[in-house]
C-alpha cells in the first residue's frame, strides 16, 4: 500500500523548489560584476609614472582620454589591453572631440619610448590635437 501524501488542512505539502529568488540574486550578482570589474582592472595596473620636481597647474581631467602604457609596452584603453594594429580604431572610437579633448599618455619610466611615440603619433593621425604625458610629482609613490 502507498502511503498518501500528507496534508495540512487545505494545503499540501510542496516538495519543489522555488527557483525565482533564487535567479533574482544571480542576476542581481552579475549586474555587481559588470560594473565593478572594469574598475578593479583599471585599479590594478601597476604604472611607474616619472617624476618631475615642479608642476605648473593642476588642471582636472574632465572628459580625458587616458592611454596606459606598463613595462611591456602594451597599451591599455579603460584597463583593457588593446593591440597595436587595433588601437587606432579604438582611440577613434573613444574620442568623441578630437580637437578639443586631451589625449593623456601614461608611460611606466621603463617603458621605452618608441612606445609612447607610437601611440602619440596615432592619436595625432586621427586629429588629436592636445597630447600629454603624464608624470607624477617628485616624491609621492
Do not use: C, W
Not at 590594478?44 to 613595462?71: F, Y
Amino acid at each position: 500500500m502507498k502511503a498518501p501524501a500528507k496534508v495540512l488542512g487545505k494545503h499540501r505539502i510542496m516538495a519543489e523548489i522555488n527557483m525565482i529568488p533564487f535567479i533574482d540574486v544571480a542576476l542581481v550578482l552579475l549586474l555587481i560584476f559588470m560594473i565593478m570589474t572594469p574598475l578593479l582592472v583599471q585599479s590594478q595596473l601597476k604604472i611607474n609614472l616619472p617624476g618631475i620636481k615642479k608642476v605648473e597647474s593642476d588642471q582636472p581631467r574632465k572628459q580625458t582620454l587616458t592611454v596606459q602604457v606598463d613595462r611591456a609596452g602594451t597599451a591599455y584603453l579603460s584597463g583593457m589591453p588593446v593591440a597595436p594594429d587595433l588601437l587606432e580604431g579604438r582611440l577613434r572610437q573613444l574620442l568623441t572631440d578630437p580637437e578639443h579633448q586631451p589625449v593623456i599618455v601614461e608611460a611606466d619610466k621603463d617603458v621605452p619610448f618608441q612606445h609612447v611615440v607610437t601611440v602619440m603619433d596615432t592619436a595625432k593621425r586621427i586629429g588629436a590635437t592636445k597630447l600629454a604625458v603624464s608624470v607624477k610629482k617628485q616624491g609621492s609613490k
